[in-house]
């Protein structure tokens, strides 16, 4: 009979699918994290937007506690978050709509690493560790739309006083 840190194991042919695709899961809210709350510098410092920066930095944070409940499911099977080295965002910026898109395809990045991490627990027989990545992937999907309604109404053609008062009011009722 196996000790349980022999069994739940990344080393366990049972385990062994899932360990890529949650180092996945880690890097990609790693670098969420970090590169948006570069975008958000950017914002703040160059370009003055106060409101929309602090929208920015938000999701940048919460993707440090989507990171905390992603290692509580991997928990549940006792195995062991690893977290990968991430990229420094090394691209300059020079209008805000670079900003919403290049933070999309984080969050995009990180929607698609659930999603890859979700069909391999479903493989292995571990559907509660599939059902609560759902979750993360619903809220993760949640952010990106804050992302989109920033960046559609950035694209109406606004000052960016006028977009930074229109994202006080966007945050104060209760999104971003």
């Given at each position: 009979?196996?000790?349980?840190?022999?069994?739940?194991?990344?080393?366990?042919?049972?385990?062994?699918?899932?360990?890529?695709a949650?180092r996945?899961?880690?890097?990609?809210?790693?670098?969420?994290?970090?590169w948006?709350d570069?975008?958000?510098?950017?914002?703040?410092?160059e370009?003055?937007m106060?409101?929309?920066?602090?929208?920015?930095?938000?999701?940048?944070?919460?993707?440090?506690?989507?990171?905390?409940?992603?290692?509580?499911?991997?928990?549940?099977?006792?195995?062991?978050?690893?977290?990968?080295?991430?990229?420094?965002?090394?691209?300059?910026?020079?209008?805000?709509?670079?900003?919403?898109?290049?933070?999309?395809?984080?969050?995009?990045?990180?929607?698609?690493?659930?999603?890859?991490?979700?069909?391999?627990?479903?493989?292995?027989?571990?559907?509660?560790?599939?059902?609560?990545?759902?979750?993360?992937?619903?809220r993760?999907?949640?952010?990106?739309?804050?992302?989109?309604?920033?960046?559609?109404?950035w694209?109406?053609?606004?000052?960016?006083?006028?977009?930074?008062?229109?994202?006080?009011?966007?945050?104060e009722?209760?999104?971003?």
């Amino acid at each position: 009979m196996p000790k349980l840190s022999e069994y739940y194991t990344y080393e366990n042919e049972r385990f062994a699918p899932l360990r890529n695709a949650a180092r996945e899961v880690t890097g990609a809210l790693g670098a969420q994290n970090k590169w948006l709350d570069t975008m958000q510098e950017w914002l703040f410092i160059e370009r003055g937007m106060k409101h929309t920066s602090d929208i920015v930095h938000g999701i940048a944070h919460r993707a440090l506690a989507y990171l905390d409940e992603f290692s509580d499911v991997l928990h549940q099977r006792h195995l062991a978050t690893e977290y990968p080295g991430t990229a420094e965002l090394d691209e300059r910026f020079t209008d805000p709509s670079e900003i919403f898109e290049a933070a999309i395809e984080a969050i995009d990045r990180t929607g698609r690493s659930l999603k890859e991490f979700r069909d391999r627990a479903n493989e292995t027989d571990l559907a509660p560790l599939a059902v609560a990545t759902e979750a993360i992937m619903d809220r993760v999907s949640r952010e990106q739309t804050v992302v989109l309604a920033l960046w559609q109404m950035w694209d109406q053609g606004m000052s960016a006083s006028s977009f930074d008062n229109w994202a006080l009011h966007f945050k104060e009722g209760g999104v971003g």
